[in-house]
């Protein structure tokens, strides 16, 4: 007997490898899509698109632009087995930069019109790789802010595990960094809200072996006083 290649329903439902498809057009197996693509094997029950593809929109601007006006968003979801060890097979999005350049970048940047339709970059994550050597592997981690029209690192994180606010190159683990030539300006601020009235304050505690510490405590203490103890 002959096996249909293509199967075309009264319902206007075309198959191809299928003669039940139930949508506008099914296709049983592997599917090639572009000027050159259409040559090439496509993975095993997926598909290769070699142009830009658009969900949601019929200009895509890249190679996958997914648009919606209302309040509908992006999942990634994996529910068949719970799995708590990282780097473990949980939901993950991955941008791969695949050149071995020396401070090669990939990042997510956050973008909307301004008042006159203009499109801009209001933050960024930046991922710059610092060495590619096997073993060896280093990468910063920038998080980037918006400030009249410029991106700015808000904060940095480097492959050292060392922060830092203001800098981008923090020399210890947290390094707080301002650059304002006045007087009274706070660099950091530690706020206890507390509705308790008197003695309430706030505290920077230093830890150390053996559960040592030490602190640094201020305090509101009624008519208008605080102190600063050690």
């Not at 490898?17 to 090639?32: D, R, W, Y």
């Not at 410029?150 to 960094?177: D, Q, R």
């Amino acid at each position: 007997s002959l096996n249909p290649l293509v199967t075309f329903q009264q319902s206007g439902n075309v198959g191809i490898g299928t003669v039940a498809p139930l949508s506008k057009l099914g296709v049983l197996g592997n599917l090639s899509v572009g000027a050159t693509y259409g040559a090439f094997a496509a993975p095993t029950s997926g598909m290769a698109i070699e142009g830009n593809v658009g969900i949601g929109t019929t200009g895509p601007g890249g190679l996958l632009e997914v648009s919606q006006s209302d309040t509908k968003y992006g999942i990634i979801s994996r529910s068949d087995s719970a799995n708590t060890t990282f780097g473990g097979q949980y939901p993950q999005l991955a941008l791969r930069n695949l050149n071995t350049t020396s401070n090669n970048m990939a990042e997510i940047i956050f973008q909307s019109n301004d008042s006159l339709g203009n499109l801009g970059t209001y933050g960024a994550i930046r991922n710059v790789i610092t060495n590619h050597a096997d073993g060896s592997e280093t990468g910063d981690l920038y998080l980037q802010s918006s400030l009249n029209g410029a991106l700015t690192n808000a904060v940095t994180i480097k492959g050292s595990g060392n922060v830092g606010i203001g800098t981008t190159s923090p020399g210890t683990k947290l390094h707080v960094y301002e650059n304002i030539n006045a007087e009274n300006v706070p660099v950091l601020t530690l706020q206890n809200w507390g509705a308790g009235g008197d003695n309430v304050g706030s505290n920077l505690t230093f830890k150390f072996v053996n559960n040592h510490q030490a602190s640094i405590m201020g305090a509101h203490i009624g008519g208008g006083y605080s102190y600063l103890a050690f």
